[in-house]
């Protein structure tokens, strides 16, 4: 192994900024984080710092109203704090693993560990 391999990136320890608006995360929720997207691993109150999940699957909240096909890309709405097929500003995360109802409160998703750019 590399001299300067560091680890191999499944999880990034994230510090929850104790800034204007900054809210506690709860463990299973959702966090953007710059161009990263993240499920926290534990509850993470303002001003500590906790693991964010890159890559996986995770039942996440999700826009009740929708529908969801297996392999459908999925967005964050950060905005709202729910998974959402709905593009335009939000923040690609990964694909639907599993169909999910409409109405439905959750859904399953891989996230892709990519860059939300």
């Known amino acids: 192994m ?11 320890s994230w510090t929850n900024a104790d800034v204007t608006g900054a809210v506690d995360v709860a463990s299973g929720d959702g966090v953007v984080a710059g161009s990263l997207f993240g499920v926290a691993q534990g509850d993470i109150a303002v001003g500590d710092s906790g ?10 909240e999700k826009v009740s109203a929708q529908a969801w096909t297996f392999g459908q890309r999925i967005y964050w709405d950060a905005t709202a704090g729910n998974a959402t097929t709905t593009a335009s500003s939000n923040k690609l995360i990964g694909v639907a693993v599993e169909a999910a109802a409409n ?13 939300t750019i």
Do not use: M, W
């Open 103 to 115: 109405p439905s409160a959750t859904g399953k998703v891989r996230l892709s560990a990519a860059f």
């Open 2 to 12: 590399a001299k300067n391999y560091i680890q191999p990136g499944n999880t990034i």
């Open 51 to 60: 693991e964010l999940g890159l890559i996986g699957v995770y039942d996440l």
